[in-house]
């Protein structure tokens, strides 16, 4: 990582599935959580020194999001992503959105910067 101060996380959600606000928030939620009991070692900057810094932004299609990941895979960018149990909106096994990081700013701004804030 070349600055501590720029490592930030990014959640990207799936806008196609019609999810309420409160259902979002509960998804991003799993993504942060996850990333941090899963990768404790690869966080370590990101908690100490990052402030936890983290954007939200959002695509259109399961298709997007899937693009995303590979991508990000290409790039060596950690992925954390969600898949619903299915037992309020959505079917289960959906996948809802993912995590990207926490990583520096430019390489993550690289995959996502395209992307508009949830």
């Avoid at 619903?84 to 926490?102: E, H, R, S």
Wanted: aromatic share 6%.
């Amino acid at each position: 990582m070349s600055s501590k101060d720029d490592i930030k996380f990014v959640i990207v959600v799936r806008k196609d599935l019609d999810m309420g606000c409160g259902k979002i928030a509960a998804q991003v939620g799993h993504a942060c959580s996850s990333v941090v009991y899963n990768n404790m070692n690869e966080i370590y900057n990101w908690i100490n020194y990052g402030n936890q810094r983290k954007a939200v932004l959002k695509v259109k299609s399961e298709k997007e999001l899937i693009e995303l990941i590979r991508k990000a895979r290409e790039l060596r960018i950690l992925t954390t992503a969600i898949r619903d149990a299915g037992k309020t909106q959505v079917d289960p096994n959906t996948l809802t959105c993912c995590g990207f990081g926490p990583d520096t700013s430019n390489k993550l701004d690289r995959l996502t910067g395209h992307l508009k804030l949830l």
